[in-house]
């Protein structure tokens, strides 16, 4: 078991981690739930500051090479590592040589325009959470693909009313050229990829039909389920 400390030292618009101390190959207990934490603000990049971290091969590091290629999926978050190491490049994972550096190479990307709604977990939040999708769509001058987004994210919110039983944040996002629609709880498991037939209708069967990609996510604290629309 690995003993790491860690100092999350700001969370936008870039996310900075601070990881110390010893690690070895196996699990890494609470530090990746601080990880996926951050990841779930939607940060322009998450900086891990490592100079300090003792990593006895480049095994123990696999579990932060998983954490990026699933931060690349969602939120669409690039994860570099922050300390002038040889070892780092010799295990092949992306840096820079200190924070400084990475903040420099981030300083003019600015965050993907958004816009987010807290929502209690009731059937009312799906007509309500459809709304602010038309609001914030006409906001944006979007016109084709409102009403497809209404239907996902009416969706997307009755499932998580259903079961996660938590307060949600409904998320729309620029994202390239397009829209993205995500559905945060603090509900416990993932959402399968191979989705069983739902005995309520279509459900996220009708998601993974209608949206141009979708999946979900651990958020530390619990997930989110997300959806986007290609303009």
């Known amino acids: 078991m690995s003993s790491l400390n860690w100092r999350v030292q700001q969370r936008h618009p870039a996310a900075i981690v601070t990881l110390a101390g010893p690690i070895e190959p196996g699990p890494v207990g609470d530090v990746a739930d601080v990880l996926r934490e951050c990841l779930a603000g939607m940060p322009t990049v998450l900086l891990l500051e490592v100079s300090r971290l003792e990593a006895e ?36 994972l992306p840096g820079y040589a200190s924070v400084e550096e990475g903040l420099r190479a981030w300083v003019d990307v600015e965050p993907e325009e958004r816009y987010s709604v807290a929502l209690p977990a009731i059937p009312q939040s799906c007509a309500d959470a ?26 997307l919110v009755s499932n998580a009313v259903m079961h996660a039983r938590s307060g949600l ?16 709880d603090d509900g416990a498991g993932l959402i399968l990829a191979d989705l069983p037939p739902d005995p309520r209708g279509f459900g996220l069967q009708l998601v993974e039909a209608m949206s141009d990609a979708w999946g979900s996510a651990p958020t530390g604290a619990g997930k989110v389920v997300w959806a986007r629309l290609v303009a």
């Open 169 to 184: 944040d409904v998320t729309v996002r620029r994202f390239g050229g397009g829209i993205e629609l995500s559905v945060r």
């Open 130 to 155: 459809r709304e602010f999708v038309a609001k914030v769509c006409q906001g944006w001058g979007i016109r084709r693909p409102v009403r497809l987004a209404q239907i996902l994210i009416s969706e």
């Open 57 to 92: 091969s480049c095994s123990a590091l696999e579990w932060l090479r998983d954490l990026s290629a699933a931060a690349a999926t969602w939120p669409g978050v690039p994860v570099y590592l922050c300390a002038p190491s040889e070892e780092l490049k010799r295990c092949d």
